[in-house]
């Protein structure tokens, strides 16, 4: 697949692009472990992609190496055309955890604006767009509740509503939804579609959940078994709107429901390219 930044002026835009990552934890080492192996994808403007994948395949070492928290062994990694080597400005990442990644002793909007006081955005920008963000996420009103005092599904709201407030260019998203029940789940996932399709956002969504990645993304990547490399890119061209019930019940979802889990359960040494091994 091209890595190229510019696409031509019918097609879109590529936003995020990553050419062939490898990463080496314990490199040189009798802990040598080959968590990535070269992988080559691509995440247009706004578009909703999701990465799939066995158990330790490098989900989140891969999530790490695009958003610049990790340099990779090798490969590149570009953000609108620019090299990423550090965090960029114009990515937020929502951890999987919201109960470390918000601050108890701060209240809800004080929370969300946090992030916004240290890039220079004045007070009056920064009260408008915790406003909105809470709106988004359908927390006007609780502006004023400390995080303890939340639920643990409305406390996920908050951590999007802080990269929202945010307005990154990009947003990445670690298994934001696995710490909360089936039903809480699925209200947040048709939050998130909501806020994406009202906002125009980019987003790539790592999750373990087959039936969450089909439902959400236009494009499912699915990765192999480490050293993971990309096994397929499923298109999934179910229409939008989408419904937890009517969309889950058809057959288009079912298929490609499948299709996924087959290649998640076929995933193994012998899906590896020429030269690629297990550590």
């Not at 908050?158 to 699925?186: C, G, K, N």
Request: hydrophobic content about 35%.
């Amino acid at each position: 697949m091209s890595t190229d930044s510019t696409s031509n002026e019918s097609g879109p835009r590529q936003s995020l692009a990553a050419a062939d990552l490898h990463h080496v934890y314990g490199k040189g080492t009798t802990e040598e472990h080959h968590a990535l192996g070269g992988i080559t994808f691509s995440v247009d403007q706004g578009e909703f992609v999701a990465i799939v994948g066995p158990s330790g395949c490098g989900k989140t070492t891969l999530l790490r190496c695009l958003s610049g928290l990790m340099a990779p062994t090798s490969g590149t990694v570009t953000l609108e055309g620019t090299a990423v080597d550090s965090v960029p400005k114009d990515l937020t990442l929502v951890f999987q955890d919201y109960r470390r990644s918000l601050y108890p002793w701060l209240r809800v909007d004080a929370n969300v604006e946090f992030p916004l006081k240290h890039s220079g955005i004045d007070k009056p920008e920064r009260v408008e767009r915790v406003r909105q963000a809470l709106d988004d996420v359908g927390l006007t009103g609780h502006a004023s509740k400390y995080p303890g005092q939340l639920s643990g599904g409305m406390q996920q709201r908050v951590s999007i509503a802080r990269a929202l407030a945010y307005r990154p260019h990009l947003l990445l998203m670690d298994e934001p939804f696995a710490s909360v029940d089936a039903q809480t789940r699925s209200s947040l996932e048709d939050v998130l579609l909501d806020v994406w399709q009202r906002r125009n956002k980019t987003v790539l969504f790592v999750t373990h959940d087959i039936d969450e990645s089909v439902y959400l993304a236009d494009r499912v990547v699915v990765l192999s078994n480490a050293p993971s490399h990309v096994l397929a890119e499923i298109t999934i061209d179910i229409p939008r709107p989408r419904d937890q019930i009517e969309t889950k019940a058809t057959a288009e979802f079912v298929e490609l429901r499948a299709e996924v889990a087959r290649l998640i359960r076929n995933a193994g040494t012998r899906d590896h390219p020429p030269g690629e091994g297990e550590a």
